[in-house]
Structure formats: structure tokens, C-alpha cells
């Protein structure tokens, strides 16, 4: 088969893929669809409807995971914010990878997504991080995120002591900030009666490779 055979028989199969996804896989861009399943999770969903379960894996492939809030579907990529000094920062950052997934009953749908990761300090941290109620500021200068805690009191004890050093309007603390996962595999998948779900899984071999699309067994 000639280079030019090959194309064709890719781009082929490619309106195929495309022709068989409508309704709410429809579109050609992943993230856009990501924005549309999340509004329409945020008028359904009684709690959080951006929250996350990231997974992670330390030096010895120990699997970890845990709930996070989702905060923006950038272009290309997925951004929530954390401490980190916490686990699961120190984990990505010893990876360089992460997934999480999104699932909402409401809807009964799930995003799932794998990608590289890198952080994110600059003027949106910054921007985020004011947006947040005065007490939420001072609790992140205030928590030592996964360290031991003595108890409560203590926790309590620390948050009134930042409140005095770091006053009404304290910057973001260095050791706080957020990650952005670029995702090189987006699966969107939706319930289906008898289990026969329908699933789409996109996958690209660089950022700024083109997506494959490809339609799963449930």
C-alpha cells in the first residue's frame, strides 16, 4: 500500500468514526465536548459537579486516588489546584502523568482522561486562588497537607496564627498552586440500556497530533 493509499484508507475510516458519533458525542473537538457534558452535569448534579477522582502511582507503582475539584477545561488541557507538599503532588510531580475520571449519576455518564503533567504558577494560580473566600486562603498557608496532625485544635490554632502574619489579604503560598494535565487519551462514555454503554475513546500521539477516534465494546 503506497503512502497516499494509506492516508486515504485512515481518512476513511476516520468519517466512519465521526459519522457514527451524534447527539452527545457529537463535534470534533474533545474538550468542547468535556464543557458541554459539565454544564449540563451542573444543572443536574446536587454536589460538585466538576469533582474528580485523580489517579495517581508512587515510586513503587502503588496506585493512589482521591476526589479533587475540576476548576477549568482549558483548549487542551485540564487544570485543578492543590498543595504541593501533598501526596499526590509529589507523586505527578515524580511521575509527570496522571488520570482521573468524572462521573455523574445524574446523567449517568463519566469522562475518563490520561495525560502528561505540569504545573501551573503563574498569573491564573494567582487569579484562582483571590477567587477564593478569605478563610479558604488562609486554610491553605494554614494546612501541611498529608503531614500528621496532632488534632483539630492545633489545625484551628495554626489558621489563627497565619491570619495574624499573613493579614485580610494574603498572597498565594509558593508551596500552593495548580497542575495541568494534558491529555494524550479522552474517553467519554454514556449508559446504555441491557449495559450496552456507548464509549469513544480519543487518542493522539502528541499535543499537537491530530485525534484519533475510536468506538469501544461497552
Not at 458525542?25 to 448534579?45: C, K, N, Q, S, Y
Not at 475540576?70 to 492543590?82: G, P, S
Not at 501533598?86 to 475520571?101: C, D, H
Request: charged share 25%; aromatic share 10%; glycine share 6%.
Amino acid at each position: 500500500m503506497t503512502l497516499r493509499q494509506a492516508r486515504r484508507a485512515r481518512d476513511c475510516r476516520q468519517e466512519t468514526e465521526m459519522s457514527d458519533r451524534d447527539g452527545i458525542f457529537a463535534g470534533d473537538d474533545p474538550f468542547v465536548i468535556a464543557r458541554h457534558w459539565l454544564a449540563e452535569a451542573e444543572m443536574t448534579e446536587i454536589n460538585d459537579p466538576n469533582a474528580i477522582a485523580v489517579a495517581t502511582v508512587d515510586g513503587e507503582g502503588m496506585p493512589n486516588v482521591r476526589m479533587v475539584l475540576l476548576k477549568e477545561i482549558e483548549d487542551n488541557a485540564f487544570v485543578f489546584y492543590t498543595n504541593y507538599g501533598s501526596v499526590k503532588a509529589q507523586e505527578i510531580e515524580q511521575a509527570g502523568k496522571a488520570a482521573f475520571v468524572m462521573h455523574w449519576k445524574s446523567l449517568r455518564r463519566q469522562i475518563r482522561v490520561r495525560g502528561t503533567v505540569t504545573r501551573e504558577e503563574g498569573p491564573k494560580a494567582d487569579d484562582y486562588y483571590n477567587s477564593r473566600s478569605l478563610k479558604s486562603r488562609l486554610g491553605a498557608w494554614a494546612s501541611h497537607q498529608s503531614q500528621p496532625l496532632a488534632s483539630r485544635a492545633h489545625l484551628m490554632a495554626e489558621v489563627a496564627k497565619v491570619t495574624t502574619t499573613q493579614g485580610p489579604n494574603p498572597k498565594r503560598p509558593p508551596f500552593w498552586g495548580g497542575f495541568r494535565i494534558l491529555p494524550y487519551e479522552i474517553e467519554f462514555w454514556a449508559d446504555g440500556a441491557f449495559r450496552l454503554h456507548d464509549r469513544y475513546r480519543w487518542v493522539r500521539s502528541a499535543e499537537n497530533h491530530a485525534w484519533q477516534v475510536t468506538r469501544l465494546n461497552p
